[in-house]
Structures are given as C-alpha cells and as structure tokens.
C-alpha cells in the first residue's frame, strides 16, 4: 500500500485553509471484529501488523478560512472520534464516527457541505496555544449539547519525538491525510495537506470519555489510552469532499 502519496499536496486549488494548535491524539487497540459493523461497507479496516485502532483528538481550530469568503476568520474547539480505513487496499484514510465542535455555524457547515458527522458541543481548554512546554498540563473537556456524549481528558506534555519515518506505528496514526464518508448512499473521499505533526510524547493523567460508548464502544473507555501523543499544531490545506470512483 502506497502510504506516501495521500502526504503530496493536491495539484488542485484549496477549499480553505485552516491552522491546528495543541492537538491531543489518544490511541485504543481494540478487537477488528467490534469495528468492523461500525464502518461503512465499503471500506476496508487499515490494521498496523492486524492490530485496530480508534482515536480521540481535541484540539483548537484556528484561523478558519473557507477559499470563498473574504471576511473575518473562524475559531473554535473540536474533538474527533476516528477509526483508520482503506478503500480497494488502498488510499489510506480516517473514517469519523463523530466530530464535536463548539461552534454551532461550524457545525450546520460541515454536516451541509460535507456530510460529515458534527455534533454541537459545549467544550472548554487549551487557551495558551503556542506556549505548552514538556511537562505542562493539558486538558480539554467536551458535553455534546443533544445528549450526555462527553469527552474529558488531561495529559501531561512529554519530550520531542522524532519525525515518524514510514513504517512506524506512529506514522501510522499520526500521518492521514484523507477522510472517507458516505453522503446520498455513496462513499466519498476528502483531502488535507500540511507538513508531517511536530510529534510529543505525552502521559494520560485522566480520562473519561463517553464518545466512544456513544459510538457504539462501550468497553473502551473503562481503561486508559494504549498511546498518547501531542503536537503543538500544523497549518492546513483543505480540499474538496467528493463521490470516489466507482
């Protein structure tokens, strides 16, 4: 499988561009076999040597800038719940089962736009981007507005990583640059670009999600996270969702 061309920039124009800050990636190893009825058909399970994952990641969406709009620029939390796909073995992406967001507009664009899978939130956390060091704390805390779906989580910031190099499990998680949904009954497929995540190592100090139970994984949040990691954030390309061939 060709893990390195969903990381070239489309030759296309951008659909808007966006910047990342402070993002959080909490990483669960669970059965294939519970993820497999949770992911459309149409797309495979992307296992790192047959081992599953699914992720949680809060972070800060700055800057917001759709291609066509010459105004001022959005701000606003997120939090995404994601699983890793492929599609005929190949194209290697992320599959949502929910995206939170603390901005109401934000929300009703995505779900119109893109079909994707945004829930309103009430969230709070990082306000320093920029500024975490090795050793601060970061917490990110989320209550989806229509149910009791929540997400709290607390890490401790470690040191640098290197740039995970292909191959890796980290390159695995942290390196996905397509996004796959079904929308009107058909698989679609979008794009973002960026350079790869200036990675940290990070320590989970407290957890407790309820995102995952909502998704349909109720035994994964009773532990800890197998894995977590922080990046202060990249700049980001973002590229029109669109029917993939079939």
Do not use: K
């Not at 407790?208 to 994984?217: F, K, R, V, Y």
């Amino acid at each position: 499988m060709d893990r390195i061309a969903p990381t070239r920039r489309p030759a296309e124009a951008n659909a808007g561009t966006q910047r990342w800050r402070d993002l959080l990636f909490l990483h669960w190893e669970v059965p294939a076999s519970s993820l497999r009825p949770l992911v459309p058909p149409e797309l495979e399970l992307d296992l790192f040597e047959g081992r599953a994952f699914v992720g949680v990641v809060p972070f800060l969406m700055r800057a917001i800038r759709p291609s066509w709009w010459p105004g001022p620029t959005f701000n606003f939390y997120e939090t995404n719940l994601r699983t890793y796909v492929q599609h005929r073995g190949d194209a290697p992406g992320v599959y949502f089962f929910s995206l939170e967001a603390s901005s109401w507009l934000a929300v009703q664009a995505a779900r119109s736009g893109w079909g994707l899978p945004y829930h309103h939130a009430t969230m709070s956390g990082a306000t320093n981007e920029g500024s975490v060091r090795v050793g601060d704390e970061l917490e990110y805390r989320s209550r989806r507005r229509s149910s009791d779906a929540h997400s709290h989580v607390r890490c401790r910031i470690g040191e640098p990583l290197a740039v995970p190099q292909p191959g890796s499990l980290e390159f695995f998680l942290l390196e996905r640059y397509l996004l796959y949904n079904v929308r009107g009954g058909r698989l679609h497929r979008g794009q973002v670009h960026h350079v790869p995540y200036p990675a940290q190592s990070a320590t989970a100090l407290e957890v407790s999600d309820g995102l995952l139970a909502a998704a349909g994984l109720p035994n994964v949040s009773s532990r800890a996270p197998d894995l977590v990691h922080y990046s202060p954030g990249v700049d980001v390309e973002v590229f029109s969702v669109r029917p993939v061939e079939r």
